[in-house]
């Protein structure tokens, strides 16, 4: 009876053992990975034309030269990054909402903030050939962000507001024309994770929804970069919508950031209102 006693004792303590080290490689497991970036201490400051005072899209267009859009033109401005002034501008259409522009193939796609998409040949550079896209987003959505998966083939759709508190990232398949909902980044699931990495800034965090301003794709790993003015966030979660990095951005350098875009060779642009644009070169 001694010997089922303590044999049953030594099998609880077991089992005990085992509960905690499951618990214990479940917690680290959570990594806030860091980022090939200073974002303390950008390689370059451009401080943009007045018309990009109210910038807030953002995405490389050829070697040297960036597209920006304005929450308030339907108008592309092509920004030379050497001459450091607009070298093009684009009207596409009427004044309106407009959140996001992203170079695709040959085509620069313009986002407004229903969701709705304008879209036109890069070399055409002229409304007469805008085509429009009815995306058909459920509900009621802010939509903020715009950027482009290659594996995918599918143009990214992050949202601003919607229903409740959660930020879903929709896919636009661009060979059939289809919607299909993506990654959800949940404003607990970002807490619990930042409270696990003891992330910098998470307590102020818990007072303030974040919520998308832009997003792009990393050339090189293919992880979404996401971009919050609200919550002052760079979010970094891969295809599969698993969390990676939560970084805080410092309000003083980025006063309200709204653009975010990738050259090829991985260097990083952000764009803020007020009209300046930041770049951050790739850390080897």
């Not at 990975?33 to 807030?56: F, H, T």
């Not at 599918?154 to 289809?178: E, N």
């Not at 992880?223 to 805080?248: E, I, T």
Request: glycine share 10%.
């Amino acid at each position: 009876m001694k010997q089922q006693i303590l044999y049953a004792c030594l099998l609880i303590a077991v089992l005990g053992a085992c509960q905690s080290k499951k618990q214990e490689d479940k917690t680290a497991q959570v990594i806030n990975q860091a980022i090939p970036y200073d974002l303390s201490k950008p390689d370059q400051r451009d401080d943009l034309p007045r018309d990009l005072r109210e910038i807030s899209g953002l995405s490389y267009f050829k070697p040297g030269m960036l597209a920006c859009i304005q929450d308030e033109l339907a108008v592309v401005f092509l920004y030379d990054l050497k001459k450091k002034k607009v070298a093009e501008e684009v009207v596409f259409g009427s004044k309106g909402d407009y959140e996001g522009v992203e170079y695709v193939n040959e085509e620069l796609f313009a986002l407004r903030s229903d969701g709705e998409i304008y879209h036109f040949p890069a070399q055409s550079m002229g409304s007469k050939y805008v085509a429009h896209i009815k995306v058909g987003l459920p509900g009621k959505n802010d939509v903020e962000g715009l950027g482009y998966d290659p594996k995918l083939n599918a143009l990214l759709l992050a949202v601003k507001d919607g229903k409740g508190s959660d930020k879903p990232i929709y896919y636009y398949d661009l060979k059939h024309g289809t919607l299909f909902q993506g990654p959800v980044i949940k404003q607990d699931e970002l807490k619990a994770f930042e409270k696990a990495t003891n992330t910098e800034g998470a307590k102020e965090h818990a007072d303030h929804e974040v919520k998308p301003a832009g997003i792009a794709v990393h050339p090189k790993s293919g992880d979404y970069y996401v971009v919050a003015s609200n919550g002052h966030r760079l979010l970094v979660l891969n295809r599969k919508g698993k969390m990676l990095s939560s970084v805080p951005l410092d309000p003083g350098l980025f006063k309200q950031p709204e653009g975010i875009c990738f050259a090829p060779d991985g260097t990083l642009y952000i764009a803020s209102e007020g009209g300046y644009l930041l770049t951050f070169n790739m850390i080897p």
